[in-house]
């Protein structure tokens, strides 16, 4: 017995394995993304209104409270732009029904003074001076039209202050206009409605790309080349428009309709003069003519 317990101590005693534990660190567990409140999504095209490219003189506004109108890039017909008109009209109802007022109360000064004015010369004198301070009202018009379109707020003053800077142009442009026009009449009836829409554009040409009166009328004719069935449809419309002046009732609403469909010219010719990418060209001032010497017959 004590043999055994002797050799047992003799043994080496067993030391039990224990399970060490592993010294890696384990993976901190994946945070997860965090807001960021300055950064905002880009904006894409979807967000963003088809507007009608800015060009020319007409200044750009900073009111948010604008809104663009949408142009489409197929002509719509004139009583389809009824709708965009008045969309644009209603952008600066104020300035335009302030401009068609001035419009109103100069023709209404206009006879007042004609009924006690005495002798031809005064008479010549009263229609002068009605003519020029119309020519002006009505680049002040032509402004606030292509503002309205653009979707820019503008007002009597600003548009005012826009004619002033290119009385001189505006006068002498619309001087031309009105005696191609009356020669056109008096000569023969029939070119004055090949003239009329060509040199509709004059104008706008004056007012927007800041042109001499020349160069805007050339610009005109150029612009309207393919386009005259347009200006007439705007001409229908308006004509259209003033039929229910026959009454009282329908005077009103005249006025009212006349008002919502002013921008249709300007619209027009932001149509005209903002041609999608790859359209034919429809602004040259000036078109080479055709060679008149025929060309060698190859043998």
Not at 13 to 22: E, G, H
Request: glycine share 6%; net charge neutral; proline share 10%.
């Amino acid at each position: 017995m004590l043999k055994l317990i002797m050799e047992n101590q003799d043994k080496p005693t067993p030391v039990p394995q224990q399970n060490t534990p592993n010294t890696t660190l384990p993976d901190p567990p994946a945070q997860p993304p965090q807001p960021a409140d300055d950064q905002t999504p880009p904006p894409t095209n979807a967000d963003q209104p088809v507007t009608a490219p800015v060009s020319g003189g007409a200044s750009q506004s900073n009111d948010k409270s604008a809104a663009p109108v949408n142009i489409p890039s197929e002509w719509p017909g004139a009583f389809k732009i009824y709708k965009i008109s008045k969309a644009a009209v209603s952008q600066n109802m104020s300035a335009i029904v302030g401009l068609v007022g001035c419009i109103v109360l100069t023709v209404i000064i206009y006879i007042l003074i004609l009924m006690i004015a005495k002798g031809l010369a005064a008479r010549y004198i009263v229609e002068f001076i009605f003519y020029l301070i119309n020519f002006i009202i009505s680049g002040a018009l032509v402004y606030a039209c292509l503002e309205s379109v653009r979707g820019h707020k503008t007002t009597v003053g600003a548009a005012f202050s826009v004619a002033m800077d290119k009385w001189i142009n505006i006068i002498i442009t619309s001087l031309i206009v009105g005696v191609l026009l009356l020669i056109s009449i008096v000569l023969f009836i029939i070119p004055f409605f090949f003239i009329f829409p060509r040199l509709s554009l004059a104008l706008y040409n004056v007012i927007d790309k800041d042109m001499g009166p020349v160069e805007a009328i050339q610009a005109s004719w150029a612009q309207t080349k393919g386009n005259v069935s347009k200006v007439y449809g705007i001409v229908g419309v308006t004509i259209l428009i003033l039929i229910p002046t026959i009454t009282i009732i329908g005077v009103i609403l005249t006025l009212y309709l006349d008002i919502m469909y002013a921008a249709a010219y300007a619209i027009l010719f932001l149509y005209i003069t903002n041609k999608p990418a790859g359209a034919t060209p429809t602004n040259d001032v000036a078109t080479p003519p055709p060679s008149i010497n025929p060309a060698p017959s190859q043998s």
